[in-house]
Nanobody, 120 residues
Framework: VQLQASGGGLVQPGGSLRLSCAASGSIFSINVMGWYRQAPGKQRELVASITRDGSANYAGSVKGRFTVSRDNAKKTVYLQMSSLRPEDTAVYYC???????????????WGQGTLVIVSS
C-alpha cells in the first residue's frame, strides 16, 4: 500500500493551493483519511481528517480556510487550502487507515509529504 501526495509548492500569503493524496496497492477498505503537517522545529499536528461517509474534522487554526474532501472511488483525499498564511508553511503528510483484506485489521499508512511554503 502506498499513499502518494502531490500539490505542494510556493504560494503568496492569501493565496490558495490544493493538495491531493492517492492510495494504491492491495486495498480492501479505507476508513479515516487525513492531513497532518510539520513545520520546522515543531511537532507533527493534525490539520484535517474525513471519515468514509464524509464527516470532517479540522484543527482550529485552519477552520474556515481549509476544506478536506475525498473521492472514495478514486481512493483519494484532497485538501483545499485558502487564505494561506506564512504560519501554514510546513511539510504536509497524508494519512489513512487502510484494511488490506477482510480478515485483517486497519493499519495506519503515511504519504511521503509535500512541502508548502507561504511567502511573499
Amino acid at each position: 500500500v502506498q499513499l502518494q501526495a502531490s500539490g505542494g509548492g510556493l504560494v503568496q500569503p492569501g493565496g490558495s493551493l490544493r493538495l491531493s493524496c492517492a492510495a494504491s496497492g492491495s486495498i480492501f477498505s479505507i476508513n479515516v483519511m487525513g492531513w497532518y503537517r510539520q513545520a520546522p522545529g515543531k511537532q507533527r499536528e493534525l490539520v484535517a481528517s474525513i471519515t468514509r461517509d464524509g464527516s470532517a474534522n479540522y484543527a482550529g487554526s485552519v477552520k474556515g480556510r481549509f476544506t478536506v474532501s475525498r473521492d472514495n472511488a478514486k481512493k483519494t483525499v484532497y485538501l483545499q487550502m485558502s487564505s494561506l498564511r506564512p504560519e501554514d508553511t510546513a511539510v504536509y503528510y497524508c494519512n489513512a487507515y487502510i484494511l488490506t483484506n477482510s480478515r485483517s485489521a486497519y493499519h495506519e499508512y503515511w504519504g511521503q509529504g509535500t512541502l508548502v511554503i507561504v511567502s511573499s
